[in-house]
């Protein structure tokens, strides 16, 4: 095979053995509904539940990029697959509350998957279309909405102890499939002595630690809404589990098919314009999203009136598609940063920023379900997005913005130059 066909093969074996590794990922976001009513669990408990597989994939992030970088994706990858079948098989069998947490953090592994495709995947392809590839890659996120078509009607028809069986054989042949499609190149290997302790070093850099920040947002936010929306649509508009997650696919599925959209306006325009227009993008949607339900009385001459204020279930399912494409073109493009500003290190650094994300998918869920328990607001979930999303806006415009036109003009400090 020539160069050019194995880099399309690895490409789209590992694109394929994401999106799996994605849907397990996300399996609690489903099965997690009728497990929460059989168990009692309180929104905070269920909020651990769907984020625990979140955790473990978080922290293993940057040991698999290191390891990618030293040893090669493709037996990084296959090995993590492999390991996740028999903990994804078990989970049929728990039956009280501690037996879904601890196994949950080993099918977690499965989302560490991430920071071993991308570094693989990018070196395949030359400088100038790697943000594209990154982001095909990425579109594997998708797995989120794959699982929100597959799980409830596993529910529905054999009970939720189906899914976990079902996805242990589906990630067992993806497993295979990705090890007969995929390629092995030795001059990809990166030699590295660093410990992990030293690549977390990295942190001390601005630009990653700012990196950090932003996609937190626009992965850490969609692994949480992820989780978070089908017991959304459930409890706030009382719609079935399958109507639900059909509904909760909206969000999910642009958020990860068209991370390549993404990739691509990031090679053409750069990541810094797309990443600013996606903040904003982020910021009205979430604005809007965060006006609980509200009914509220004036005076009047003519005696008090009664006024409603609140999103149907149609406005608010437009937004999170809107908030969804917005996000999937965020993940590509802060990636694109990564492969400009690290080409030598891309994966110990994307395994770091891919942690920051995984770490804002792990929390979130849990906060999401504190918020609700204290404040009885579902909608309390965006609010505390909206703020976040405010923290980055405001340091991407001290740090990158006040020196550059986001509507295509040079850096200032290039056209004192010229000028000069």
Request: hydrophobic content about 50%.
């Amino acid at each position: 095979m020539s160069q050019r066909s194995k880099a399309l093969s690895v490409l789209g074996v590992s694109t394929l053995a994401f999106t799996v590794c994605f849907m397990v990922w996300m399996m609690f976001g489903v099965i997690g509904i009728p497990i929460k009513k059989s168990l009692g669990l309180s929104a905070t408990e269920f909020g651990l539940l769907t984020a625990t597989p979140v955790l473990t994939g978080s922290l293993i992030r940057v040991p698999l990029g290191v390891w990618t970088d030293r040893f090669g994706g493709r037996i990084v990858l296959f090995i993590t697959m492999m390991l996740c079948v028999i903990p994804i098989w078990l989970m049929s069998y728990a039956t009280q509350y501690w037996h879904f947490l601890v196994l949950g953090l080993f099918v977690g592994l499965a989302g560490g998957s991430f920071s071993v495709g991308t570094p693989y995947v990018a070196r395949w392809f030359p400088k100038h279309q790697q943000g594209f590839a990154m982001g095909v890659f990425g579109a594997g996120n998708s797995g989120a909405a794959v699982n929100k078509f597959v799980a409830p009607a596993l529910v529905v028809a054999f009970g939720w102890t189906m899914v976990p069986q079902v996805y242990a054989a589906v990630m067992l042949g993806a497993a295979l499939l990705f090890w007969v499609g995929s390629h092995s190149d030795p001059s990809h290997l990166v030699e590295s002595k660093a410990s992990f302790a030293e690549q977390l070093k990295q942190l001390k850099d601005p630009r990653v630690l700012k990196y950090c920040q932003y996609y937190s947002i626009v992965f850490g936010g969609y692994v949480g809404l992820s989780l978070w929306m089908v017991q959304y649509y459930v409890g706030e508009f009382g719609l079935d589990i399958r109507v639900a997650a059909l509904l909760a696919a909206c969000f999910s599925l642009p958020g990860g098919v068209l991370r390549a959209i993404g990739g691509y306006l990031s090679d053409k325009h750069g990541a810094h314009k797309v990443t600013w227009w996606v903040m904003w993008v982020s910021w009205i949607c979430l604005f809007l999203l965060s006006y609980p339900q509200t009914d509220f009385t004036i005076l009047t001459i003519n005696g008090p009136k009664t006024f409603h204020i609140g999103l149907n279930v149609y406005t608010f399912t437009a937004l999170m598609f809107v908030l969804g494409i917005a996000w999937a073109f965020g993940k590509a493009s802060v990636f694109k940063y990564i492969s400009d500003d690290y080409p030598k290190n891309i994966g110990a650094i994307s395994g770091i920023v891919g942690l920051a994300g995984g770490m804002g998918g792990f929390v979130l869920p849990i906060i999401f379900g504190f918020l609700l328990d204290v404040t009885g607001i579902r909608s309390s979930a965006f609010m505390l997005l909206y703020g976040v999303v405010w923290v980055s806006l405001i340091w991407m415009y001290l740090t990158e913005v006040r020196t550059r036109d986001v509507l295509g003009g040079e850096p200032q400090g290039a056209v004192v130059g010229q000028r000069a």
